[in-house]
């Protein structure tokens, strides 16, 4: 879910555990707004659509699909994570609302749907975290699509929250240490996705690249939530936590609160934290 490319087993004691409950807290809409931007870019979805929420967390992109699917369409949803947390998550927001979906444990590596499942198929802020850059997801979405079918996937553009967590690092650690999220700044150009998706099989000329922007809102405390983002993604490089991150852990909240709030498309306000992102998405059709 945070993506840790370390097995540091060390943590420090003030970090919080990056549970679906907690990413809840900290994302907030920023995960429903992502699908429902990435969505806007596609027809309405039509009665016997068989969908697929590939990397579903706790249903963001279920609740956006259903949300631009045509009055009274009658579809199916599947829905795949390798969280078992976010999948009981899910179930329970699934039931709540009455979803027609079905949810199970799943790699998007290496899915176990037959071949030519899927009308549809969305991946909503999962490629950039996988190996091998998603191209191995990908083919898993272009074999399970049916001929036709529409995969609409999305990656970061431009995100207020991921420099200054980086500045943190290098303000905090000793010099040269790994930055959390190193090189993910590849993803900020759409023709970046566009060769993975690609490399995954789908056709050049069937790809189409769009970029849209979307905002979030989190109503917390300014402190608990620079301690979540901090807790979420700063020991997440190859190098992990550090023992130093313990001594040091009240100095780099300060240190990622002040870089927040010189980030562009970052603005405090009296009720919460308020983002822009910056958004590309590849709509390609098998």
Known sequence: MNAPESSNPFKPTQALAPTPQMYKEMTADAMDNMAKASLSLIPKISSGAVVHDNGCGVG??????????EPSATISVKATDVDDRALAMYENKAAEN???????RMDANALTFPDKTF??????AVVFVLPNDGIDAVK?????????????????ARAPNIVPIQQTAIKTRPEGTPLPRQGTEKWNAPDFLQSVIEKGGFHRERIRM????????TKTDFTRFATMLWSFV??????GWLQSDEDRWDEAIEVLKQELLKAKGFKLRDDGEEFEFLL???IATK
Do not use: C, D
């Not at 963001?60 to 699917?69: F, H, R, Y």
């Not at 700063?234 to 190098?239: D, V």
């Open 60 to 69: 963001a992109g279920t609740g956006a699909m259903l949300a631009v699917s």
């Open 98 to 104: 009455g979803w027609p979906a079905e949810a199970s």
């Open 280 to 282: 590309n998405v590849a």
């Open 234 to 239: 700063g020991g997440t490089s190859s190098a």
């Open 119 to 124: 009308t549809h198929s969305l991946m909503n």
């Open 140 to 156: 898993e979405i272009y074999r399970t699509l049916k001929p036709g079918g529409i995969a609409i996937i999305n990656s970061i």
């Open 210 to 217: 769009e970029q849209v922007s979307y905002t979030s809102f």
